[in-house]
T-cell receptor
Framework: DAGVIQSPRHEVTEMGQEVTLRCKPI?????LFWYRQTMMRGLELLIY????????DSGMPEDRFSAKMPNASFSTLKIQPSEPRDSAVYFC????????????FGPGTRLTVT | DAKTTQPTSMDCAEGRAANLPCNHS???????VYWYRQIHSQGPQYIIH???NNETNEMASLIITEDRKSSTLILPHATLRDTAVYYC?????????????FGTGTRLTIIP
């Protein structure tokens, strides 16, 4: 299995631009998570989906952030417009489903907003 | 979720057992203990979890005290590749309540 796939691995953009991060979970996994990691705040959950439905988006910073999961094999996290304080590493993780415990993380996307 | 307390950093000699402690004195009866680690520039990696009994897998062993107020993750023969930040997380497991809260963890350095 290829594991969780994220793209791009690195993104550099200017303030005000739209940024779209992509994630392909492990095939057969029913839950998908988006995390953000910064030096100041550590690793924090932004949103997660069960069976493609958003369950908890309380970690989404503000309306500039949105996440979608149109099908079981693809999710996006969009920031519009981006700001320098959005600079971070964004991780996607997936979990097999009810009754299982471990989340499998992707390699992350390092976002730099100048 | 119960609060956890871990040492900020630890060193361990290569080839020796690394013992990473975690205090979770307010743990409730239905909360599990999870361990994840994050190697530099990579995503976190699941290691092991347990409820009451000690657990062992190919990566590590988890020892939970009888009162469940603390636990120890043991890497039996540490290698340089085990250098990472190790997170102890305590939470209830239920579908629809999937949130993992990562604290600051323990930065483990394996010394050659």
């Amino acid at each position: 299995d290829a594991g969780v796939i994220q793209s791009p691995r690195h993104e550099v953009t200017e303030m005000g631009q739209e940024v779209t991060l992509r994630c392909k979970p492990i095939s057969g996994h029913n839950s998908l998570f988006w995390y953000r990691q910064t030096m100041m705040r550590g690793l924090e959950l932004l949103i997660y989906f069960n069976n493609n439905v958003p369950i908890d988006d309380s970690g989404m910073p503000e309306d500039r952030f949105s996440a979608k999961m149109p099908n079981a094999s693809f999710s996006t996290l969009k920031i519009q417009p981006s700001e320098p304080r959005d600079s971070a590493v964004y991780f996607c993780a997936s979990r097999e489903g009810e009754g299982t415990y471990e989340q499998y993380f992707g390699p992350g996307t390092r976002l730099t907003v100048t | 979720d119960a609060k956890t307390t871990q040492p900020t950093s630890m060193d361990c000699a290569e080839g020796r057992a690394a013992n990473l402690p975690c205090n979770h004195s307010t743990i409730s009866g239905n909360e599990y203990v999870y361990w994840y680690r994050q190697i530099h520039s990579q995503g976190p990696q699941y290691i092991i979890h347990g409820l009451k009994n000690n657990e062992t897998n190919e990566m590590a062993s988890l020892i939970i005290t009888e009162d469940r107020k603390s636990s120890t993750l043991i890497l039996p023969h540490a290698t340089l590749r085990d250098t990472a930040v190790y997170y102890c997380i305590v939470r209830v497991v239920s579908f629809g309540n999937e949130k993992l809260t990562f604290g600051t963890g323990t930065r483990l350095t394996i010394i050659p």
